[in-house]
């Protein structure tokens, strides 16, 4: 039996006397992909610190494999266009050898930016940039945020393939953050819908057809609306946090 990378069992959490995870049980095993969904203060950025380590649990008990070795891939990355930094100082502030980092970007497929400014990649790129750095010292487990946000359509089809392409090579286990049931179908081995605690999860055919999903979300999987009110710095932590938030639509 395959020991699980990760094992959450019972979590619950509070902020300010107020309850944002209640009874969360999540177990994640060597080479699967899942896929975290669920409405804006549904938790899963707590959860995601939790499962990085970053945040203690309330109620419950985190499990982690004894060779757990996590990669990280922020949602959002703010560069001030004025900072002279380029794609390989970007990634030697993780790893200094020079030819992992070189290799991370032939992984993602962008080793040709390797002397660009980092402000000059596409939205494309940063995110395969983000992905390079994530995989750097061959994790076996990726923790990725919004991994396609500021995407066009035929390129977050692209990176939904890398990530699984990653996952077998690596190999590795995956839990991403999607606001986008639709698109993530191909690229995911199980949906966990989230709304303080699991209303449902499976096949992502089985979620988008539960009752608990349809009242989230309705019939119509790939809109809703989410806050994110920070950003993060250059080795991924969050740098800024607001009160009032920045809205977001996606669809």
Do not use: W
Not at 225 to 248: F, I, K, P, W, Y
């Amino acid at each position: 039996m395959t020991t699980p990378l990760i094992q959450l069992k019972g979590i619950g959490k509070y902020f300010n006397g107020n309850k944002v995870l209640s009874n969360v049980d999540l177990n994640i095993e060597p080479g699967q992909i899942i896929t975290l969904i669920g409405p804006n203060g549904a938790g899963k950025t707590t959860l995601v610190k939790i499962v990085l380590g970053l945040i203690d649990t309330d109620e419950g008990q985190v499990t982690r494999h004894s060779d757990l070795r996590i990669g990280y891939m922020p949602q959002k990355l703010h560069i001030d266009p004025t900072l002279p930094i380029t794609l390989k100082r970007f990634l030697k502030l993780a790893e200094p050898d020079l030819h992992l980092c070189i290799n991370a970007l032939k992984e993602v497929g962008i080793e040709k930016h390797f002397d660009s400014p980092l402000h000059s990649l596409s939205g494309g790129e940063m995110q395969r940039a983000l992905l390079a750095r994530a995989i750097l010292r061959k994790p076996n487990f990726l923790v990725l945020d919004e991994p396609v946000q500021g995407v066009d359509v035929a390129g977050q089809e692209a990176l939904y393939r890398l990530i699984g392409q990653l996952r077998d090579r690596l190999p590795c286990g995956v839990l991403m953050v999607s606001h986008d049931l639709h698109l993530v179908m191909s690229a995911t081995d199980e949906v966990v819908c989230l709304n303080q605690h699991i209303c449902c999860h499976g096949h992502p055919d089985q979620v988008s057809n539960n009752p608990a999903f349809i009242e989230l979300f309705g019939t119509k999987t790939a809109l809703y609306t989410h806050r994110h009110d920070h950003h993060h710095n250059l080795h991924g932590e969050v740098m800024e946090q607001g009160s009032a938030g920045q809205e977001c639509q996606h669809d």
